[in-house]
């Protein structure tokens, strides 16, 4: 079974226009359905992908073979299957860890804490603050399933302020997740466009703190627009007024969402530095196996259940009763999630990228302002920002080559295509559905405060990658 990277080298090489219709048509559908029809996200989703299989020419859908409508039908469920196998394990494990960090208690441990160090007043600033360094090394969406309970409950407590720190949470993990290294699409965007693996880590996070901090100032007018109370269950407004002796202690209550950050962290920055590990094979395979995303969240979720269970004093059967609903709701967000994906796949997969690039050799042009359009546009219309960061590096670095020399250093293009992968998320991406289900919006406000928070340090990230180039090129 090909990989979604794999078939990123699949994708006719001379599509002409056909594709950007197949493009219009297809996000067409899904807005139309979604929206209008009122038709179930996985629904649409899958109908739109389908119709992009449908629509590509016979003969150019990645191994293809037979009939060519069955064909895409087929290679529709198959692509489905492929994004089902990356994020069902995560999401079904940070769901355990959400509601065992909420039913022990130990999610409030945490925020009152919290609150104690820094003050409510500031509790915020942190949480953004905090988040654009510990999710450095952390798959965005793993990220804020682990961060989630912790904000839930800061919530609950200070009884305002729930956008705030859903959006706190999100604006820092965003611009790691496409801009700094460990990450796999600024890694790959690195190696693709020969950027030494150090710069691209300083310029990102000193550039990243632009739209970061110009952020703060949108997430507290969202907050104030749109704020919405904590979507809760009575156990979890119960927990607030129990005294502190029926909690668990402050490190039993932090070690399910610590460790597991800790152990990928380890993994991920030995990965980037495996010539410096090669003394011990055996001791950077196990550093490796623990650092998993899988295995350490499985590491999470038996560590959240030991603390519900020592608290509330229940057994293994108890534990399965109370995680039967979350469990719920992850596989609604599954589907989705994967539903999506395939979308964003088929639409690789019927040439848009490699029609993007064609429709730009040759021209003149701004190389920064290019890039974050072309990332824009891939992110778009397949909804993956990874996907969208290798796409474009590996179709912008051949035209820059050609262009001869860039006045600028090319880091600035490596941050422009990571901006623009970042943009306006919507029903293809699976962040758009992890972030609004998980955190109780509807796809409305899904819209009206991820979607709008991405887009914005989007724009700023791209305004301050042109400046910077402007008055300090670095050639």
Not at 75 to 89: C, H, K, Q, S, Y
Not at 190 to 210: N, P
Not at 350 to 356: D, K, L, Q, S
């Amino acid at each position: 079974m090909n990989t979604p990277l794999a078939l990123l080298a699949t994708a006719p090489s001379d599509p002409g226009n056909w594709p950007f219709f197949v493009l219009l048509i297809s996000v067409a559908l899904v807005v139309v359905l979604i929206t209008v029809v009122k038709l179930h996200a996985f629904l649409a989703l899958v109908l739109a992908a389908i119709t992009a299989g449908v629509l590509t020419p016979t003969g150019q859908l990645p191994g293809e073979t037979g009939n060519h409508f069955v064909y895409a039908i087929e290679l529709v469920t198959r692509e489905l299957g492929v994004v089902a196998g990356e994020v069902a394990l995560v999401v079904g494990l940070a769901a355990i860890i959400g509601m065992c960090l909420a039913e022990s208690g130990a999610a409030d441990k945490v925020v009152r804490r919290f609150l104690a160090l820094f003050g409510e007043k500031r509790s915020g600033v942190a949480i953004l603050v905090a988040s654009y360094v510990l999710s450095m090394p952390i798959f965005f969406d793993t990220f804020f399933i682990l961060l989630l309970p912790i904000a839930r409950a800061l919530a609950l407590r200070t009884k305002r302020n729930y956008v705030l720190y859903i959006m706190a949470i999100c604006s820092g993990g965003v611009i790691t997740h496409g801009l700094v290294i460990p990450h796999p699409g600024p890694l790959a965007m690195a190696g693709i466009m020969g950027i030494d693996a150090g710069q691209t880590i300083i310029a990102a996070l000193l550039v990243g703190a632009i739209p970061l901090t110009a952020s703060w100032f949108l997430i507290k007018w969202l907050d104030a627009r749109y704020g919405m109370p904590v979507p809760g269950n009575q156990s979890d407004t119960a927990a607030l007024d129990r005294p502190e002796s029926e909690l668990p202690p402050f490190w039993m209550s932090i070690l399910p969402v610590v460790l597991p950050i800790i152990l990928i962290s380890t993994a991920s920055t030995l990965a980037a530095m495996k010539g410096l590990a090669t003394d011990n094979p055996g001791l950077l395979r196990l550093v490796e196996f623990l650092g998993n995303r899988n295995t350490a969240l499985i590491i999470g979720a038996a560590l959240a259940m030991w603390v519900v269970m020592r608290q509330r004093k229940i057994t293994f059967a108890a534990v399965s009763d109370l995680i039967g609903p979350p469990f719920e709701t992850a596989g609604v967000i599954i589907l989705i999630t994967s539903a999506g994906g395939a979308f964003g796949l088929m639409l690789k997969n019927a040439g848009v990228g490699a029609a993007i690039r064609a429709s730009a050799e040759g021209r003149d042009m701004n190389f920064i302002l290019f890039a974050w359009v072309v990332a824009s546009v891939i992110r778009v219309a397949q909804g993956s920002t990874t996907a969208a960061l290798l796409t474009t590096a590996a179709m912008v670095q051949p035209v820059i080559a050609s262009a001869g020399a860039l006045p600028y250093h090319p880091i600035y293009v490596f941050l422009a295509i990571g901006f623009g992968g970042m943009i306006f998320s919507w029903m293809n991406d699976s962040g758009f559905y992890v972030i609004g289900r998980l955190s109780g919006f509807n796809d409305r406000q899904t819209l009206r405060t991820w979607t709008t928070v991405l887009t914005f340090n989007s724009i700023v990230g791209l305004l301050a990658t042109l400046l910077l180039s402007k008055i300090f090129p670095l050639v």
